[in-house]
């Protein structure tokens, strides 16, 4: 998994990419490091790779833990919103 940029005020973009063709859920979160849940989605892999753009303008500044969960796994990845 790729976060970038990792230091964001807008936006932030998270990439997969799959040796295979994937057709699966996955469920994205982003939480404060008291594990509170400020953004929550679920989308569908349909292919070799997932990109997607995450609008972080409401949130406040600070340090966030990003999960992204799937059949195939948990990846993780601080974010920091300035």
Do not use: R
């Not at 995450?54 to 974010?79: A, C, F, H, Q, R």
């Amino acid at each position: 998994m790729k976060v970038y940029p990792n230091l964001a005020a807008k936006n932030i973009s998270i990439h997969l990419s799959f040796g295979e063709f994937k057709h699966q859920a996955i469920s994205l979160k982003i939480q404060t490091s008291s594990g509170s849940t400020l953004f929550e989605n679920n989308f569908i892999i349909d292919g070799k790779e997932f990109l997607e753009v995450i609008d972080i303008s409401s949130l406040p500044k600070g340090l966030y833990l990003l999960t992204l969960k799937s059949i195939d796994g948990v990846w993780s990845e601080n974010i920091i919103v300035y």
